[in-house]
């Protein structure tokens, strides 16, 4: 998975090829949770709502071949704009023991200058977004426009540029909304992305690799794709509609010109797009972008319950289920409205304010775009039997915010290494640990001191990548493959984060397990 974006921020990877979209030039095992996060940015300012220019999705699904979508273009690339943002970033310089001498600083003096030993830099993104609004809102990407210092706006004609705003980033749907001071702007139109079928063609706008505004052409491939770890809600749109760094935040627009996702990521090995795109769908964006205006926040609701990872054959027979869909209570936690409610262990959730609830993902989402104290209605299967109740919904607490477990994940030791504990990759420990969206593999956790491994490099924060050349996709995987391993000495592959550099190695560690 990769970044589409160029960004030079000092991080090699992201020049090449790897996290979300912003350009420039240069599933977790265990029990998961119903528990729904906070947005991290608010508005500092009051705005009236935006606007929208809103159309049904009603439209013919007959076959009728196009020889041009030229009209549709016209119509729509005016109200794609390029976003560049700045930050500063501090960069520590090289350091060495003799650097600290105080003979070797007395006679050729401070190598770094009497600024000290942090230099500070500009930094670059550029990205895309979509002007939705005739008063100048924007969406896009949260990652495009992330810790910027500025963000500046240009408009399609090249000429015209504005400082723009950033009215509330969520990180969790990788969502942001943007606003310039600006009056009869041009508009996409925006219709209801559930309606979008696999099959109907797509248009995807924006600027890849910064070469200026770039139309490409594809079928929405998938709906409702997620659990790759990128963000806390995946609810994608996957299409072959060639998306490359610069596309992130421009538009996903349907046949007719109306907009229907926020591109936001790609699969890749290479840096470029092989046709495996995703954009974040636009009923999805205007939730959070109505709630951050409108609130100057964005809370979400809480349930109060864990969730089993999946519903198997086996347990659908056990508890008298029709199929396997749903969402099964793994705990109820206390004093929360499912608790108070009367949910129990071993309910199963189908429906969610009337809306059929798929998996246990598929809840999360749902209630997530459910603000707190909405009076919420959960119809669920209980010793075979259907029953409904109401509860309203609460706030998940602050200390919660970013856990797609809905609390601490707790790791798992990896038994053929004294002393590593390995865990999944997900939206939040990727920001804690700069780890790029384009890496896939086990987080190591923790690495005890005196252990193999630490002698061997394996640090915290790494990530184990292949266990003697077999990929690894999740913390599950590194244990089933380091416990099968044999032979004296494990190969594995890792990726590290040095400063804002990453990459990749070899080395090798005792397999202290065939030694018992």
């Known amino acids: 998975m990769i970044d589409v974006g160029l960004n030079e921020m000092g991080n090699e990877t992201m020049k090449r090829i790897c996290r979300f979209l912003p350009a420039s030039a240069g599933a977790t095992s265990g029990v998961l949770a119903a528990f729904l996060v906070l947005g991290t940015a608010g508005a500092k300012e009051k705005y009236d709502m935006p606007k929208l220019n809103e159309q049904p999705a009603a439209m013919s699904r007959e076959v009728k071949l196009a020889t041009s979508f030229a009209s549709v273009v016209k119509k729509v690339a005016p109200s794609v704009v390029n976003i560049s943002s700045s930050r500063t970033i501090r960069q520590q310089p090289f350091q060495h023991p003799l650097l600290n001498d105080p003979m070797f600083r007395r006679f050729f003096g401070d190598p770094f200058g009497p600024g000290g030993r942090q230099r500070q830099q500009k930094a670059q993104s550029l990205g895309s977004g979509v002007i939705v609004s005739e008063d100048g809102f924007i969406l896009t990407n949260n990652h495009v426009v992330e810790g910027a210092d500025e963000v500046r706006v240009s408009m399609a004609d090249g000429k015209t540029e504005y400082v723009a705003k950033v009215v509330g980033t969520d990180p969790q749907t990788e969502v942001a909304v943007l606003k310039v001071d600006a009056k009869n702007l041009p508009t996409v139109a925006i219709t209801d992305s559930d309606k979008l079928e696999v099959g109907d063609v797509v248009l995807a706008i924006g600027n890849p690799f910064g070469v200026g505004q770039t139309v490409t052409m594809g079928i929405v491939s998938a709906t409702g794709r997620g659990g790759f770890g990128v ?23 349907d046949a007719e010109g109306r907009l229907v996702g926020i591109n936001t990521w790609i699969v890749s090995g290479s840096g470029g797009s092989v046709g495996l795109g995703f954009a974040v769908p636009v009923n999805m964006a205007k939730n959070v972008m109505e709630r951050l205006v409108g609130d100057g926040e964005l809370k979400r609701g809480y ?36 608790a108070k409610a009367g949910l129990k262990e071993g309910d199963v959730i189908i429906e969610f304010n009337g809306k059929k609830v798929e998996d246990r993902r598929h809840l999360r989402l749902m209630a997530a775009q459910t603000a707190p104290d909405t009076k919420s209605t959960v119809k669920f299967i209980r010793d075979g039997k259907t029953k409904t109740l109401s509860l309203t919904l609460g706030e998940l607490p602050a200390s919660q915010a970013g856990l797609r477990s809905g609390g601490e994940r707790e790791p798992q030791n990896l038994d053929a290494f004294d002393g590593v ?9 990727r920001r804690q640990f700069g780890i790029p969206n384009s890496v896939r593999g086990a987080l190591v956790m923790n690495v005890d001191e005196d252990s193999n491994a630490a002698e061997a490099g394996l640090r915290p924060g790494d990530v184990i990548l292949e266990v003697n050349r077999e990929p690894v996709r999740d913390a599950e995987t590194a244990i089933d493959l ?16 040095a400063g804002d550099q990453g990459g990749t190695r070899y080395l090798t560690v005792n397999n202290t397990k065939r030694k018992k």
């Open 421 to 429: 504990e390995v865990a999944d990759l997900d939206g939040r420990t």
């Open 482 to 497: 380091t416990t099968k391993a044999k032979g004296d000495r494990i190969l594995l592959r890792v990726w590290s984060k």
């Open 231 to 253: 963000t806390d809600y995946e609810d994608f749109i996957q299409t072959d509609a060639a998306i490359n760094p610069g596309n992130s935040g421009g538009p996903l627009v």
């Open 303 to 338: 349930l109060g319950v864990l969730l089993q990872p999946e519903i198997t054959a086996d347990l659908a027979k056990e508890f008298k289920l029709p199929d396997q869909s749903g969402a099964m209570v793994a705990e109820v936690v206390p004093d929360t409205p499912a």
